[in-house]
């Protein structure tokens, strides 16, 4: 096996910290942080923001005529964006619980968790950048994915000028949606049949189709099959049996059992999948610490190869040293109690390298996407809550309400610190391969970090004003002109904040969370008492799916659905039959067209979501009237609504399509879904079979 070369073997020396590339980082950057904010507020989910940024970056040079732009530049660009947009994940995540446990989430404290937090993250994955990539040459997906981007890009082609189609589009039809209000949201209806009532809803949303299409259909079709358990079998029983609400609209009834004692079912199934996710990798977690711990103690020399030089480790250190002492100060100045600040200063200590280890190291096994970054922020707020209740409550004999403060502001640094560790890694694991110097990407990803520091808690702030974050803050601080019917769900962060208040003794839903956690156990014990035939289902995604409304998972799913249409067609068209593998060939078009899909999924989700941001600005901005009264227009009718949505959705399918091999009349593309959903209903009644 000869030894690795990148892409810019390192005897060759190209700019990378160029003022255009860290001005372009910068406002990339913002934009796709302020996009992800809103987006995971709206549906409790993020996307990548590296492949996005980079194309964006590409294209964006070119139209500037920088003739002698490199990729070692467009390489600083996507690592300044995601850094931002993986932070806003870990801030979203938590911070807004603050708004479920009756207390106000100020700018001021939601920055420096970030920058705390962020910032330790990324430092600590100086330390690991060399044993898991060099020497462990983990996969890393998504690093190796946005590297065949960035070379693809190098070498020229037609393809990047896709997301900006899909950016115009995503922005045109969230304007007209959430601006102008032409349209109504979501289609929602219920029936009631013999006491029994049913339920069924789709948000009108193209972000959600994109985010359906990027996760795929195995992992969408495990939250719908979350939505369904909750929806369709657990609420009708529920009505049943204790009879349901009072309300003359069925669906409002409906909705209303479901918010209030179902969905507490799938947060007792979290709880359970996101320790089971920790136990059941926990040789994979062994194994990255122990290569970490060995890392961080040897004595190696610093090598004097361009590819191979780090950040210094003596100025790591001294930056961790900093941050440590920093993040004492601002827990005692949150706290109010020293001992309690000393404490859990010293804890972030040892569970901040800890996930930063575990979050790197199983994104370079399974990908970003795949880490379990909800079940180690489950596990860190349980292990902060024992703390704090032994430190404050027991020998400080502090308040409830301190103690369940206390309990997020500690765990939300490590959260944050968690959620940024794993795309450190892809980053450098792309710049590993395209040759980039590991310092200087590694001081690109510190200014990402402050970026996202600056605009996610200002991007909270707004959308806040505008929105109102959580269903349970709106529901006791309605909006002033909407009230909460534009809120914004924040599932992960409504999760938080129900289960600090849980643990500490608040009103929560106790009977639904045990019978959650029952339901995890059925699933986790049917798995290990059949073995390897038994069904392996991701718990975490079902039980996201029994939490998030039933409207955005049946919209997530469709999504999925057209990922695998399109898949599948594509490897009838090459191989001329859907009977047994699809042949390499086959494998090689469907990938290469799930890529382009992808690219214009991520155009949808940043158009669309930045449109809420933009309309956000403008509905709190005093002495200018919110978009939809600029024209005196009423919003269509459910009929004609739900037409323009499915015009939308055409686009979107037309774009992607337009690639297929072989092309022939919309007519025919038809009869070839006919035939894959044949094929597929085939496929999945012989895999339940055996």
């Known amino acids: 096996m000869g030894e690795f070369e990148p892409y810019v073997p390192a005897r060759t020396t190209l700019p990378e910290l160029t003022s255009r590339a860290l001005i372009l980082g910068v406002i990339l950057g913002a934009l796709m942080t302020a996009a992800n904010t809103y987006l995971g507020l709206y549906i409790g989910m993020t996307v990548s923001a590296s492949i996005p940024a980079a194309v964006m970056s590409m294209l964006l040079l070119r139209m500037l005529r920088f003739k002698d732009v490199n990729i070692l530049e467009n390489n600083v660009v996507q690592t300044m964006t995601s850094a931002g947009e993986s932070l806003a994940a870990g801030v979203i995540f938590t911070m807004p619980a603050l708004l479920v446990m009756g207390k106000e989430m100020d700018t001021l404290t939601t920055f420096i968790v970030a920058v705390l937090g962020g910032v330790l993250g990324t430092i600590f994955t100086i330390t690991l950048r060399r044993v898991f990539i060099v020497e462990e040459a983990l996969l890393y997906p998504e690093g190796i994915a946005c590297e065949e981007v960035l070379v693809a890009g190098e070498k020229g082609g037609s393809q990047l000028i896709v997301i900006l189609y899909a950016l115009g589009l995503g922005a045109l039809y969230g304007w007209m949606v959430k601006g102008f209000e032409l349209t109504q949201t979501k289609f929602e209806e219920a029936t009631e049949i013999i006491g029994l009532r049913l339920y069924a809803s789709v948000d009108y949303s193209l972000s959600l189709i994109a985010v359906g299409w990027i996760v795929g259909l195995n992992i969408a079709s495990y939250i719908f099959f979350g939505a369904v358990l909750g929806v369709f079998i657990l609420t009708p029983i529920y009505g049943l049996t204790y009879g349901w609400p009072i309300d003359s609209d069925i669906a409002h009834g409906f909705k209303t059992l479901w918010a209030t004692h179902i969905r507490f079912v799938g947060v007792g199934c979290m709880v359970v999948g996101g320790l089971w996710t920790l136990i059941d990798m926990r040789k994979t977690i062994a194994n990255g610490l122990k290569k970490a711990l060995n890392s961080a103690s040897s004595d190696s020399e610093i090598s004097t190869i361009r590819t191979e030089i780090d950040i210094p480790m003596n100025r790591a250190f001294i930056g961790l040293v900093i941050i440590a002492l920093l993040t004492f100060l601002f827990y005692w100045w949150k706290t109010g109690s020293l001992i309690l600040a000393i404490v859990g200063a010293l804890f972030l200590s040892i569970t901040a ?88 990407q590694q001081t690109a990803e510190l200014i990402g970090v402050l970026i996202g520091a600056v605009v996610a808690p200002l991007t909270l702030t707004v959308l806040n004003n505008a929105y109102m974050i959580t269903p349970t803050y709106c529901a006791a601080n309605p909006h002033p002109v909407y009230g909460c019917t534009k809120v914004l769900q ?143 227009i009423n919003t269509l009718p459910p009929f004609l609504s739900a037409i323009f949505f499915l015009w939308f959705f055409g686009v979107f399918i037309w774009l992607i399509t337009r690639s297929l091999p072989n092309k022939t009349s919309p007519f025919a593309l038809i009869i070839d879904w006919f035939y894959v959903i044949i094929d597929g209903f085939k496929r999945l009644i012989h895999k339940i079979k055996l």
């Open 353 to 440: 390298f800890f996930f930063s280890a575990v979050a790197g190291y199983i994104a370079g096994v399974v990908g970003s996407s795949n880490s379990p970054v909800s079940g180690m922020t489950i596990a860190t707020l349980m292990a902060t809550s024992l703390i704090v209740w032994f430190v404050g409550g027991v020998l400080l004999n502090m308040e409830q309400e301190d103690l369940m403060y206390a309990t997020l502001i500690i765990a939300s640094v490590v959260a944050v610190n968690a959620a940024i560790a794993g795309d450190v890694m892809q980053d450098l694991k792309t710049g590993h391969l395209v040759g980039a110097t590991p310092w200087k």
């Open 490 to 632: 924040a599932p992960q962060a409504e999760i938080i904040g129900t289960l600090i208040e849980g643990i500490f003794g608040g009103s929560v839903n106790t009977p639904m969370l045990a019978l959650g956690v029952v339901v995890a156990v059925i699933i986790i014990g049917a798995r290990w008492y059949l073995g390897k035939s038994g069904p392996n289902l991701p718990i975490m995604s079902i039980a996201i799916g029994m939490y998030l409304p039933f409207y955005l998972s049946s919209t997530i799913f469709l999504g999925g659905v057209v990922n695998f249409l399109v898949t599948r067609t594509t490897h009838l068209r090459v191989d001329g039959t859907l009977n047994g593998d699809p042949s390499d060939s086959a494998i090689k078009a469907g990938k290469d067209l799930v890529s382009r899909g992808t690219l214009l999924s991520a155009g949808l989700i940043a158009g669309e979501a930045l449109m809420g941001v933009l309309i956000a600005v403008f509905i709190i901005i005093p002495f200018i009237s919110p978009p939809s009264d600029w024209l005196p």
